[in-house]
């Protein structure tokens, strides 16, 4: 349990208790022993959040994300709600590393991981993915209101200016789209594999756009 100390900080403890007992076997009493494992506590949870997170962005990491994605699926067919995944990477980003080097790289992934979180909602859950890519589970968004959301990110990444040694950096995104069809069990896996195909028609099409998953297969 976490208890306040006089400082007016507060420690993690661990309490074991038992009965005491008189001479005839009736209980008189509990007593205790009271060990502070603060920073014991304090370990496990910097060790969760390295599992966990991303160390450059600070964001959810793949493996995180995977398990989280699979718990939205049970969650949403269960209670027949609808769910969304965003996929998104920079354009040219390699062009990015090449002409700024990588250490500016470095500074967009961060300022684009600080605006998704400034625009996603509490119950969202944003990622990493990998390299240059992330990824944004929506949960209760149907299509709609998913396509609502990254049209507007899009935007404010259009705008959006990294500076990284008097340079000036601006960045566009290509993103793709997927919605959880509840008529039909559908896996991670497979959510993910149309969210990275409609990605994948937004850079056809030219990229710095977003492409649902069924407009991008009506499309074929």
């Not at 964001?59 to 209670?79: M, Q, V, W």
């Not at 000036?168 to 896996?187: F, R, Y």
Request: net charge negative; hydrophobic share 40%.
């Amino acid at each position: 349990m976490q208890l306040r100390h006089k400082d007016g900080g507060s420690r993690w403890v661990e309490v074991s208790e038992g009965p005491v007992f008189d001479a005839s076997g009736k209980v008189i009493g509990i007593e205790g022993i009271v060990h502070d494992v603060t920073e014991h506590k304090e370990m496990e949870e910097k060790l969760n959040i390295l599992a966990t997170t991303d160390g450059l962005t600070n964001l959810y990491n793949r493996i995180h994300f995977n398990e989280k994605l699979k718990d939205e699926i049970l969650r949403a067919t269960r209670f027949k709600t609808p769910l969304s995944l965003l996929m998104l990477d920079i354009d040219y980003f390699k062009n990015i590393n090449d002409s700024y080097g990588h250490q500016a790289g470095d500074a967009c992934l961060v300022a684009l991981a600080s605006l998704l979180k400034d625009l996603s909602r509490s119950v969202d859950t944003c990622a990493r993915y990998g390299g240059d890519e992330f990824i944004i589970i929506l949960p209760q968004t149907p299509p709609d209101n998913a396509m609502n959301f990254a049209a507007r990110l899009r935007q404010k990444v259009e705008a959006l200016t990294v500076q990284h040694d008097n340079q000036v950096i601006q960045l566009t995104m290509s993103m793709g789209i997927n919605a959880l069809n509840l008529t039909e069990e559908k896996s991670a896996e497979e959510f993910l594999r149309g969210v990275d195909s409609a990605l994948y028609a937004a850079k056809e099409r030219g990229r710095n756009c977003v492409v649902s998953y069924s407009r991008a297969n009506s499309s074929k």
